[in-house]
């Protein structure tokens, strides 16, 4: 069954600290990928996509994800975690519509 | 980039009643939109896709007579809750994908539904 697994369902970090967020998918291809942001009560920000080619790429916010066919993965990563970056983060896969892995959150310690 | 946006943001209403969400592509035209229900602390869920000119396509398990959507033309779609009850209280998202069939997907702000 096409799935989208995020395994971590809250992560702290301490401000200034390396980030790294997971995302695992089963389709039968690789679908489209995407990492959205979602503030408390707020809609979603797209942090980045991955479509084809290059397969790290550079997001809004100094985010960046890399696509691993081999482990079909598509890990979100920041090199240092800012107080303002606490949220909760989205892994999103589109074939024929979006689905969304169940959110991991994001709490920063000062 | 595109936009798409919600209306209300926040609607309390008593059980019972009927309550629409409205959901406009601002800059661009949207033959199909989905609408999605979030639910406190949980994922996205997929409920419906919605499709201009037709009917719309609803996922295993939500009740069509009581998430009416209508999808009357290309910038507005509709989702109405029926006789609502206290567990319909949710986030309700709706999307739209872009000009390009990218996948990527323009958000609205989302509209919080309490049911009294």
């Known amino acids: 069954a096409q799935s989208v697994t995020q395994p971590d369902i809250h992560i702290t970090v301490s401000e200034g600290a390396s980030l790294e967020l997971r995302c695992n998918y089963s389709y039968g291809a690789t679908p489209y990928l995407f990492w959205y942001v979602q503030s408390p009560g707020q809609g979603l920000q797209l942090l980045l996509k991955?479509?084809?080619?290059?397969?790290l790429v550079q997001g809004i916010k100094g985010f960046e994800a890399e696509f691993k066919r081999s482990q079909s993965s598509f890990n979100l990563r920041k090199p240092s975690v800012h107080w303002s970056d606490a949220a909760e983060y989205f892994c999103a896969v589109y074939r024929n519509d979006m689905r969304f892995g169940a959110g991991t959150r994001l709490t920063v310690k000062p | 980039g595109a936009v798409v946006s919600q209306h209300p943001s926040r609607v309390i209403c008593k059980s019972g009643t009927s309550v629409k969400i409205e959901c406009r592509s601002l800059?661009?035209?949207?033959?199909?939109m989905f609408w999605y229900r979030q639910f406190p602390k949980k994922s996205l869920m997929l409920m419906a896709t919605s499709n201009e000119g037709s009917k719309a396509t609803y996922e295993q398990g939500v009740e069509k007579d009581k998430f009416l959507i209508n999808h009357a033309s290309l910038t507005l779609s509709t989702l109405t809750v029926t006789s609502a009850h206290p567990e319909d209280s949710s986030f309700y998202i709706c999307?739209?994908?872009?000009?390009?069939?990218?996948?990527?997907?323009?958000f609205g702000e989302g509209s919080r539904l309490t049911v009294l």
């Open positions: 800059d661009f035209q949207a033959t199909t």
């Open positions: 991955y479509f084809s080619g290059d397969t």
């Open positions: 999307s739209a994908p872009g000009a390009q069939d990218t996948g990527e997907l323009f």
